[in-house]
């Protein structure tokens, strides 16, 4: 999130921008939120610059290409997304185990954070917030659909 902590919040998102591209994307269902995809982990710091840049409350790594697959394929483009973590939750270290194709180098990110112990806290709260995110996305979900 980039407009306060909200983990769990399920978030119906009206507009999505590829900040890469420029493009923007509007969804068949609505909602009150605006979007930006981003091609790595947005720190704090840029966090808020986008919230200035784009008005946007949320940011992510997905939607905007799920959005262009669904214009190419003539499909609504439907967003709903759980909020795992706040403005203020710093994030962007773990873009050193993601892949130039958005994958997650699990091992990786494990044995680093396994010799960190001061990692282990933010690591268990972030889990506790993502579990609580797609509790709140599952809850949602049904709600959406009927809208359409």
């Known amino acids: 999130a980039v407009d306060g902590p909200g983990a769990g919040v399920d978030r119906a998102v009206a507009e999505v921008a590829d900040a890469r591209t420029g ?18 982990v947005a720190g704090r710091e840029e966090k808020r610059a986008l919230r200035e840049r784009y008005e946007a409350t949320l940011v992510d790594m997905e939607a905007a290409t799920v959005a262009r697959l669904a214009r190419a394929h003539g499909l609504a483009f439907l967003c709903l997304k759980g909020v795992s973590d706040g403005a203020d939750d710093e994030l962007a270290g773990v873009n050193r185990f993601i892949t130039n194709t958005g994958q997650m180098r699990s091992g990786a990110f494990a044995f680093h954070a396994a010799l960190r112990p001061r990692s282990w806290g933010p690591l268990l709260r972030l889990g506790r917030s993502s579990r609580t995110a797609a509790e709140a996305l599952a809850g949602a979900l049904p709600g959406m659909l009927a809208r359409l």
């Open 23 to 40: 493009e923007r994307f509007f969804a068949a269902a609505g909602g009150d939120a605006r979007l930006v995809t981003l091609d790595h």
